[in-house]
């Protein structure tokens, strides 16, 4: 059985990445992207669906870091008899995907033992392994239709029952640097990379990492933390597209033994949007470009085609499927595939994208044409719709409905196209955003407002409240201390609040189609830290925020949601939306100190 959720880290190379768990086992790996079939996939089943484990033989202490802000992964085992240390890291590589995992002798001798066992399609398929030999190296290979996994090291594990073990004893001083590497089948395997660049790759990738995280600039609370939910914001993100993955998993249950199971390695315009206002108000300005030429790829063509999710590569067929084959995460099922949202409605996507570009151009100081003339599209697509019901930004698979969430983002798209015009002098129909603009304000205000209790509320058929109303001040719908806000935040506090960290909505309502309940969304709790300090409320900012950067786990990682009752992470993992929120609620703190 999978291990509780806090207990893995996360390691990877800018195309994919892997789970490891604090027992050493990587039991989590799509190759050669995020998105492609696992072919380590015990994290939703047993070590039958596939595993590859170095521990140490027998009973054990673990201590976990990584290495100067970098995302090379080093476990610390020790024994009775001594002491290693495993190294974990995913070189950047073109065409291919590699896992390199070196273990060193620290004191005394340690036994080890040493479990390969490859399953490709998500555990599904046991493929043709033999032993061969590359240039007088012999290797491990694993190969079925397009994909071939090559396992190569000083020691290689013998067949045992469609897996391969080994156990072998580590001293003082000694070092044992395995691979695996992914290849496509049809590709030979002379390209290999040598063991004498491993040391070489990991100090490089030290450097980097230390490099990229050290330009955040250090007086901001819990500074650490911050830092490593950039790095992983940046490991979310496929270099080469652009694109930024919501999280690396599948089908990590919401509620555990339910159906809140949803997959989330793909792109959400919204979630990738945020990242990148995250990631722009930490000053990393080239991911902006870089995000930027993805979206330009991705949503070209005709603006009533736009969907709210795509693959990184920018694919838009997500079709849901269930993989019987997978018992699931603490027997949680189905185990999914695929993201049926693709086909929702959810108007508050455009106003994300417009806020992140507007970020972008303030920050550069540069107005793209061929993105202007993007958001132009975007927006007067949204002029002729933007009354309609939709889905929402937490993807309802009930009925829609006009949520005051969307239309306060639909307000935000239109008032981000009229400061284009006012600021930047780009072309548009200002007088035409203008009115819209005041228009949809008008409406939330009426349509969405309960003003008997005090409250916005979820949507106009109804008196519940929901977390995402926290931001309306981030986005300049109001201020952040107007009454309106106030009583919202009050009654969120009432209604939402659960062991002091905040539902996204009472489940109970049914509003969004499914069975169950679940737990504290880790994002909605970073939006209430964010609505106190606008709301002038900081010390109790500064207490929510210190509680929630005590919950992630000894690596700096956080789920999508929490279950305090039992201290453990639920939900899909790493999650961006926890991690960017995390780091906005940072910036807000300190803004709110600076005013």
Known sequence: MALPIEEYALIGDR??????????????????????????AALLGTEEHGRWQLCPVGEHEVSRRYLDGSAVLETTFTTAEGVVTLTDLMPRGDGR????????????????????????????????????????????TAIAGPDQLVLRGPRLPTADDHRHVDEF??????????????????????????????????????????????????????????RRSLL????????????????????LPEDPGGE??????????????????????????????????????????????????????????????????LPGYAGSRPVRIGNGAALQRQLDVVGEVMIALERARQVTGHAD??????????VDGLARGWRQKDHGLWEIRGPQRRFTHSQAMVWAAFDRAVRAVEEFDLPGPVDTWRDLRDTVHAEVLERGYDHDRGTFVQHDETTEVDASLLVLPSIGFLAGDDPRMLGTIAAVEEDLLRDGLVLRYRTQSGVDGLAGDEHPFLACSFWLVSAYARAGRTGDAHELFDRLCGLVNDVGLLSEEYDAAHGRMVGNFPQAFSHLALVRAAFDLADAAAR
């Open 97 to 140: 995907a590699d896992v390199v995992r070196r273990v060193e002798g620290v004191r005394g001798t340690v036994r080890m033992r040493h479990e390969w066992r490859v399953r490709l399609d998500y555990g599904a398929i046991v493929p043709w392994v033999r032993r061969q030999t590359v240039d007088g190296e012999a290797v491990i």
């Open 232 to 251: 992983t914001l940046r490991l979310l993100t496929d270099e080469q597209t652009g694109g930024i993955v919501a999280a690396p998993t599948t089908s």
């Open 369 to 378: 044409a061929d993105a202007w003339a993007l958001q132009r599209a975007l």
């Open 260 to 325: 809140r199971n949803w997959d989330y390695r793909f792109c959400w315009l919204r979630d990738a949007a945020l990242t990148l206002d995250s990631l722009l108000r930490a000053g990393y300005t080239e991911e902006a470009q870089l995000w930027r030429r993805w979206l330009l790829r991705t949503v070209a063509g005709d603006p009533q085609d736009l969907q709210i999710v795509y693959a990184t590569d920018g694919h838009r067929r997500l079709t849901e499927l269930t993989l019987e084959h």
């Open 15 to 40: 195309r994919t990445a892997a789970l490891v768990g604090s027992d050493g086992s990587l039991d989590w790996l799509c190759l050669p992207r995020f998105d492609s079939s696992a072919c380590f």
């Open 169 to 226: 004893d580590v001293a003082e001083g000694a070092t044992l640097t395995f691979s695996t590497t992914w290849l496509p089948s049809h590709v030979p395997l002379a390209s290999l990379r040598t063991d004498a660049d491993h040391r070489e790759v990991v100090d490089a990738m030290v450097r980097d990492g230390s490099s990229w995280s050290g330009q955040c600039r250090g007086d901001l609370p819990h500074a650490e933390v911050v």
